[in-house]
């Protein structure tokens, strides 16, 4: 079946009425993310006047101009909801001119591949920010094979993401499970010191034997680190069981984890504890504790410092918890454990829905 080609600036259309008459408030803003999905907004909004803030209907696109500096990523996002967004005047939006022609969510696709993300910081220009403007999004070349062809492939990418998206609102029925037992436990019981049931470990990796270096991430991960100097000896020791956080604070996202594989090594700005006797406090069940956003306020409330911010081993030791029976304990951690593989399950879903985007657009355009 035939190809048409066009400018993209053939089929898309800027879309810039403005919040003018403030019928959208706070509520209504969004950000974008280089995941190409709308967020909430990151940016301070005390003071700011929401009224040249530019609509976002339904069926609309958006997108940040500026790609330096933004993980080799342009920053847009599709909406795909009944609901309608105000964003930014520093944004781009757009619709679809020709809906005869171009299919929206078949063009999403098409922006979701990484031949899109490269395109776009190819085609950048500038010298301190490099911008992707909208002269150079219409002047993409496209192919696009009928819109019933599009639609067909739309319709797979679709139900792949309806299946993500209702296993996601499992992940929230469980993750309110866990919460609200937590918070039962936390009104029933007296909590305690965690300092009584965990000791510092400051073991040193003398021999240079261990040569698997992690990093931790705000997701309580063990990651492979950005960066390495390659010098294992006298590194910071983490065992299987034992639970490393970063001291160096920037804000209430704490880099906590336990270690669940074998043995490794990180650098200097983590601190190792460990529970001393399992016979009273699962490791697990602390680190569930550990990973609560309530922790993440304790540590920024309890961390000190002028420039940098530092959690202390003693200050980490006063944060209080309940402590009930090993059964109580195993019967939350078993839910957590759960959640946390759903969650990961989860994001593999989403990794395969990302992956899929080319694999459908090569598809379409070679049937």
Not at 16 to 43: C, H, M, P, W, Y
Not at 275 to 293: A, F, G, Q, T
Request: proline letters at 4%; a neutral charge.
């Amino acid at each position: 079946m035939g190809l048409s080609k066009y400018k993209l600036g053939e089929l898309i259309q800027l879309e810039d009425a403005r919040n003018t008459d403030g019928k959208f408030t706070l509520e209504d803003v969004k950000g974008i993310s280089i995941q190409k999905a709308f967020i909430e907004t990151k940016a301070d909004m005390e003071g700011v006047s929401l009224t040249p803030y530019i609509i976002v209907k339904p069926g609309f696109f958006a997108y940040v101009t500026v790609t330096s500096r933004n993980g080799e990523k342009i920053t847009l996002a599709y909406n795909d909801s009944n609901s309608t967004f105000i964003v930014s005047s520093s944004y781009v939006v757009f619709s679809i001119s020709k809906k005869e022609l171009l299919s929206a969510e078949y063009l999403f696709m098409y922006f979701n591949r990484p031949e899109f993300d490269r395109y776009a910081r190819f085609n950048s220009w500038g010298s301190a920010r490099e911008t992707f403007n909208w002269e150079d999004m219409c002047d993409i070349d496209i192919e696009l094979p009928p819109l019933s062809v599009q639609q067909k492939y739309v319709d797979i990418y679709k139900a792949m993401v309806a299946n993500q998206q209702s296993y996601e609102r499992g992940l929230e029925d469980l993750k309110l499970v866990c919460d609200g037992y937590i918070e039962d436990l936390r009104r029933k019981m007296p909590c305690e010191p965690i300092g009584n049931f965990i000791g510092q470990s400051n073991e040193k990796n003398k021999d240079g034997s261990i040569t698997l270096e992690q990093g931790i991430n705000i997701q309580k991960k063990f990651i492979t680190p950005q960066r390495s100097n390659e010098n294992f000896l006298g590194r910071q020791v983490v065992r299987t069981g034992q639970i490393a956080y970063c001291t160096q604070l920037n804000n209430e996202n704490v880099a906590v984890a336990m270690r669940t594989g074998p043995d490794c090594i990180v650098s200097a700005v983590y601190d190792v504890i460990y529970v001393k006797d399992e016979s009273k406090l699962k490791p697990e069940y602390l680190m569930l504790w550990l990973s609560r956003r309530e922790f993440g306020r304790f540590v920024y409330w309890a961390s000190q410092g002028t420039s940098y911010e530092f959690l202390s081993y003693e200050n980490l030791a006063g944060y209080r918890i309940p402590i009930p029976s090993l059964q109580v304990q195993a019967n939350i951690t078993n839910i957590y454990t759960a959640l946390i593989k759903r969650q990961t399950l989860c994001d593999e879903l989403k990794k395969q829905i990302k992956d899929i985007c080319p694999i459908l657009i090569k598809g379409s355009l070679e049937e």
